[in-house]
Nanobody, 122 residues
Framework: QVQLVESGGGLVQPGGSLRLSCAAS????????MGWYRQAPGKQRELVAG???????NYVGSVKGRFTISRDNAKNTVYLQMNSLKPEDTAVYYC????????????????WGQGTQVTVSS
């Protein structure tokens, strides 16, 4: 079973930046496409960025050009660099598996981490 631990969230002003990290335990990380999801209050969880095992990436339109997903397979870690943050980016951010990066089809390992809160406010 994969355990996921997200970190790096916080309070940031509009236009600011944050870098999120997700450390994964277990052997499935390296063989899995990974993604960052977010859930805002009162909304469904959505997949915002995905990365294949080989490093190909894809993004939902609302974050394209502002967010960058990357991974370090040696460290079993996936990152999300978030720039030009907007109040509408406020949410709890989670990492988990992705079924398809090209079509941005969500997936999961059967469990979720605790997430990390990102709040964008002046």
């Amino acid at each position: 079973q994969v355990q996921l631990v997200e970190s790096g969230g916080g309070l940031v002003q509009p236009g600011g930046s944050l870098r999120l990290s997700c450390a994964a335990s277990g052997n499935m990380f390296r063989s899995s496409a990974m993604g960052w999801y977010r859930q805002a209050p009162g909304k469904q969880r959505e997949l915002v960025a995905g990365i294949t095992r080989g490093g190909s990436t894809n993004y939902v339109g609302s974050v394209k050009g502002r967010f960058t997903i990357s991974r370090d397979n040696a460290k079993n870690t996936v990152y999300l660099q978030m720039n030009s943050l907007k109040p509408e980016d406020t949410a709890v951010y989670y990492c988990n598996a992705v079924n398809s990066v090209s079509t941005m089809k969500p997936g999961d390992f059967g469990s979720w981490g605790q997430g990390t809160q990102v709040t964008v406010s002046s």
